[in-house]
T-cell receptor, first 113, second 113 residues
Framework: SAVISQKPSRDICQRGTSLTIQCQVDSQVTMMFWYRQQPGQSLTLIATANQGSEATYESGFVIDKFPISRPNLTFSTLTVSNMSPEDSSIYLC??????????FGPGTRLTVL | GENVEQHPSTLSVQEGDSAVIKCTYSDSASNYFPWYKQELGKRPQLIIDIRSNVGEKKDQRIAVTLNKTAKHFSLHITETQPEDSAVYFCAARRTGGGNKLTFGTGTQLKVEL
């Protein structure tokens, strides 16, 4: 399976600031996704990161709050903008391989004060 | 859209016993059903998956069964060990580009000595 890394692994941020999370894969993949996992909860899809075009957002998530870039087939970024304490969560990227199987990155633990 | 329900939310078993986690899905067109294990502070890891053209799949102590008519699938863990303690998530999707995974709410499995 693909090797996925995320940076940063964790961060503590002040209210009103923005944080950009990076996701790097060691092989080219067509599908990349961004999820949020709040403490003790399941995985919620934020958006599908499309290479060369705008991301596809799920209901309840908007581009102004969670802008996403996907410049190539191995890299994507998620920005959490104008953060509030409610944005404190774990953010995970995932990739889908040709077999339809989906693998997750290690996650970024974000705390907003 | 797809809706996945998962039961139980918590499950406690004695070491060596079997554990069963059940999920139901709503979209009859879903044809891919993975299971993820998430240990505390770690990423979700794919442990087994099944496609709708088979009714059962085994991998050592883990098995998954699928009943397409009833639209439910189950994870079976035999001879449980303390290292099986984790949160388990089921998921469902239609295969093909652009179709997202829908996750269940998770089951906290605790294997007691």
């Amino acid at each position: 399976s693909a090797v996925i890394s995320q940076k940063p692994s964790r961060d503590i941020c002040q209210r009103g600031t923005s944080l950009t999370i990076q996701c790097q894969v060691d092989s080219q993949v067509t599908m990349m996704f961004w999820y949020r996992q709040q403490p003790g909860q399941s995985l919620t899809l934020i958006a599908t990161a499309n290479q060369g075009s705008e991301a596809t957002y799920e209901s309840g998530f908007v581009i102004d709050k969670f802008p996403i870039s996907r410049p190539n087939l191995t890299f994507s970024t998620l920005t959490v903008s104008n953060m509030s304490p409610e944005d404190s969560s774990i953010y995970l990227c995932s990739v889908e391989e040709s077999t339809d199987t989906q693998y997750f990155g290690p996650g970024t633990r974000l705390t907003v004060l | 859209g797809e809706n996945v329900e998962q039961h139980p939310s918590t499950l406690s078993v004695q070491e060596g016993d079997s554990a069963v986690i059940k999920c139901t899905y709503s979209d009859s067109a879903s044809n891919y059903f993975p299971w993820y294990k998430q240990e505390l502070g770690k990423r979700p890891q794919l442990i087994i998956d099944i496609r709708s053209n088979v009714g059962e799949k085994k991998d050592q102590r883990i098995a998954v069964t699928l009943n397409k008519t009833a639209k439910h699938f189950s994870l079976h863990i035999t001879e449980t060990q303390p290292e099986d303690s984790a949160v388990y998530f089921c998921a469902a999707r239609r295969t093909g580009g652009g179709n997202k995974l829908t996750f269940g709410t998770g089951t906290q499995l605790k294997v007691e000595l």
